[in-house]
Structure formats: C-alpha cells, structure tokens
C-alpha cells in the first residue's frame, strides 16, 4: 500500500513542547500494523504537498509565531481548501490559535489567522498550566497545557472536550480545543497522542477514509500509553 502523508508544519518554530512526539506516534502507529507513513516537514517557503493525509502543527511561543505568520497567513487560501477536502488536521496550541481568525498578544500585536477555526484568541496577563485531561467522543485526551492566550469559540466550531481538571480554551467556559470537519486543535501538550492512543487511531482511520482505504486498524497494546496517562490525570497539577 502507498504511505500516509504525514505534513508536519514549522517542526523548527512550533514544537515548544515536543508535538513533534505526535508525528511520530501517528507514524509508528501506522508501522506496527504494516503500513508506511512519509514524513514532509514544512518549513517557511516551502510548498505543502498535494498527496498530505495529515497535517500536524505544535505549539510555539508568541516570538515564533510572529517569526512564522506572514508564511502561515500565505497559505490561507490552500489550508482552507484543505479542510474543505476534508484533509485530517491535528493543531496544537500555537497552530491552534493561528488556524482561528487571530490571536491579538498582550502585548498589543495582531498575529493573523487562516480561519480555518471559527475561533478568536485574545493574550492574558495569567497562563493556565498544568496537567489536563479531557472528555470527548472519542474518550479520554490526556495532555498538558501552556497558554496565556484566551480562545473563544464561534459558532462553526464545536469543542473538541469538556475539560476535566485543566482550564482548556479559556479557563472559564469549560471547552477545550475545537473542531469542524476532519480539523481538530487542542492546547494538550504531551505530546497528546502518545497518552491518547485511541484519538491517534481516530486521526488515522479518517486519513484511511478520506483515502478509500480500509479505515479499521489492527488492535495494538496500549497498556503502557494508558498507564502513563493514569499517571497524568492522578496528577492534576
Ligand atoms: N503563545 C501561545 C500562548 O501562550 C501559545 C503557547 C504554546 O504554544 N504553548 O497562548
């Protein structure tokens, strides 16, 4: 079988965290069952390819947002077509708030969204920090979060998850992340996908759909990722 594309944006600038951990959870997911994944980084000017399967953007500090934008804001048109198409998109945080309308720091400066994401984020002078873990279709995401930014969703988004014990989108509302479509953004950190494992698998059986291929994946044994995330949700902060 041909591979996923697996299109990993700005893995320089945007991987404050390690989400760049879930590229690689998406690709030895797909290795441990057989099937190959191609990895095309992205970085400023480079075409994105038109073969991508998955798109995948981390989280960044504000400086490496404003460094990355004007290249990002380009690539409106082509992003939006892209979910459009229904192209399976994972964003963390700093990409997640740049796939939203704008992000307007606290310092005054107004970064530009692609408005993929019906949402808006507005820098605050507290972060929301700690562990977080959330509830949604498709079950528990367990991560960690590090913002300042604020983000409120709009009406042609839904929240990705209620939040269990972190703050999430905007530490008042209860959501956390959004999605429409096949795009999904999220503040977990963790990298979210390594203690996430059926939300990984998620991601891949709709890039399988989208393709024509057989979207049902062989079981593998998540003990250790689970594990690892009951460690994180017994610890909240
Ligand atoms: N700069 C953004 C904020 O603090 C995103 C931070 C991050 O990606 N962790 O809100």
Redesign the pocket.
Known sequence: MSALTLVHLYPREMN??GDTGNVLVLRKRLEWRGLEAKVVPINVGDPLPADADILLGG????AA?GDIGRDFVSRGPTLRAMADDDLVMLT???TY?MLGHEFLTKDGDRIEGVSVLDVV?K?SDS?LIGNNHIDTTWGRLVGFE????LTELGGDVKPLGRTVSGRGNNGSDLTEGAVRDNVFGTYL?GPVLAKSPAFADELLSRALVRRGLDPVLEPLDDSLAEAAADVAVRRPR
């Open positions: 404050i965290y989280g960044g500090q504000d947002q963390i945080c700093g708030q984020t820098g972060r590090n913002h300042s930014g950190h």
